[in-house]
């Protein structure tokens, strides 16, 4: 049967509010990094149908489900004009838009702080190179505690003492022979571990320090000079990570404004290395996909 006539304005109505157009959007640039839909590059074109009451703000959002590329990122215009096209206009208001038309896209992603350039960090000229050499002795655990008797601690006061003329005349090999054979006495403080542990760093022997320094935070684990030769000794080994963390403890029982600067610089250098290993992961994982 025929439809009535009165119904007949109704359903072109009807029928021309479903239509749609295909709108091909041509690429005209694209740097999204990563987001970027796989294919989705610069000189290329994909079909996005929409009907013709849609606004570009509603392209956007289907172009940005096809390309990868936020709304916010978007730029629209139409070939042959630089002017983009207002979010809020629709598409049949759009002069010489039409079924089958072109727009043009341009999509950045905005940089980010781990997108931008992070520059190179100047030559550290006061590195050490970690030492080959073996470490002055430290007694065993049982000797690290043991009770000492009167003559073990006038051996031990005596040879501290020796340690310290020898300092004061210059004599590091001397001192470092003294004050090792005080802490081998037994149960040395860590006071005098730390004494020990400062003679080696200043003699370029990082590593064997922070094994001085771990000793005397183990006999006192709030000792900030234990924590700050540890931290030096990091900090010369360029273990930035580590420097940080004992700068920040020692810091934190006994604040020294002088070693502010080198706080900064290992901190610096922490945050420095810590964003290239995530570039380069984020890269890597890129990559794999």
Same mark, same amino acid.
């Given at each position: 049967?025929?439809?009535?006539?009165?119904?007949?304005?109704?359903?072109?109505?009807?029928?021309?509010?479903?239509?749609?157009?295909?709108?091909?959007?041509? +690429?005209?640039? +694209?740097?999204?990094?990563?987001?970027?839909?796989?294919?989705?590059?610069?000189?290329?074109?994909?079909?996005?149908?929409?009907?013709?009451?849609?606004?570009?703000?509603?392209?956007?959002?289907?172009?940005?489900?096809?390309?990868?590329?936020?709304?916010?990122?978007?730029?629209?215009?139409?070939?042959?004009?630089?002017?983009?096209?207002?979010?809020?206009?629709?598409?049949?208001?759009?002069?010489?838009?039409?079924?089958?038309?072109?727009?043009?896209?341009?999509?950045?992603?905005?940089?980010?702080?781990?997108?931008?350039?992070?520059?190179?960090?100047?030559?550290?000229?006061?590195?050490?190179?970690?030492?080959?050499?073996?470490?002055?002795?430290?007694?065993?655990?049982?000797?690290?505690?043991?009770?000492?008797?009167?003559?073990?601690?006038?051996?031990?006061?005596?040879?501290?003492?020796?340690?310290?003329?020898?300092?004061?005349?210059? %004599?590091?090999?001397?001192?470092?022979?003294?004050?090792?054979?005080? +802490?081998?006495?037994?149960?040395?403080?860590?006071?005098?571990?730390?004494?020990?542990?400062?003679?080696?760093?200043?003699?370029?022997?990082?590593?064997?320090?922070?094994?001085?320094?771990?000793?005397?935070?183990?006999?006192?684990?709030?000792?900030?000079?234990?924590?700050?030769?540890?931290?030096?000794?990091?900090?010369?080994?360029?273990?930035?990570?580590?420097?940080?963390?004992?700068?920040?403890?020692?810091?934190?029982?006994?604040?020294?404004? %002088?070693?502010?600067?080198?706080?900064?610089?290992?901190?610096?250098?922490?945050?420095?290395?810590?964003?290239?290993?995530?570039?380069?992961?984020?890269?890597?994982?890129?990559?794999?996909?």
């Amino acid at each position: 049967s025929q439809v009535p006539a009165h119904c007949r304005p109704q359903q072109t109505e009807h029928w021309a509010a479903m239509s749609q157009w295909n709108i091909k959007v041509h +690429i005209l640039d +694209i740097d999204v990094g990563s987001h970027a839909k796989i294919g989705m590059a610069k000189g290329n074109e994909v079909t996005v149908p929409i009907e013709p009451h849609a606004t570009i703000h509603m392209l956007k959002q289907r172009v940005a489900m096809i390309v990868g590329a936020h709304m916010s990122w978007q730029t629209l215009s139409l070939p042959g004009s630089d002017a983009p096209l207002d979010d809020l206009t629709k598409l049949q208001d759009v002069v010489g838009l039409g079924d089958g038309s072109t727009i043009n896209l341009t999509a950045v992603a905005p940089k980010s702080k781990e997108d931008e350039d992070m520059g190179e960090l100047e030559e550290d000229t006061e590195a050490m190179p970690a030492e080959d050499v073996e470490p002055p002795a430290l007694p065993g655990p049982d000797a690290m505690n043991a009770e000492l008797t009167e003559e073990q601690e006038d051996l031990r006061n005596k040879c501290n003492g020796e340690a310290a003329e020898a300092l004061e005349d210059g %004599d590091k090999a001397t001192a470092l022979k003294k004050y090792t054979e005080a +802490i081998m006495v037994g149960n040395p403080s860590a006071m005098l571990l730390a004494k020990r542990g400062e003679l080696l760093l200043k003699t370029r022997r990082p590593k064997a320090a922070i094994l001085d320094a771990d000793a005397a935070l183990a006999k006192n684990p709030d000792s900030a000079k234990a924590y700050r030769l540890r931290a030096k000794s990091h900090r010369f080994l360029s273990m930035w990570e580590e420097a940080v963390a004992d700068f920040s403890a020692c810091q934190k029982i006994d604040y020294d404004p %002088d070693l502010k600067e080198m706080h900064d610089f290992c901190t610096l250098r922490k945050t420095w290395h810590a964003k290239k290993a995530a570039r380069e992961a984020a890269k890597a994982d890129a990559a794999a996909e």
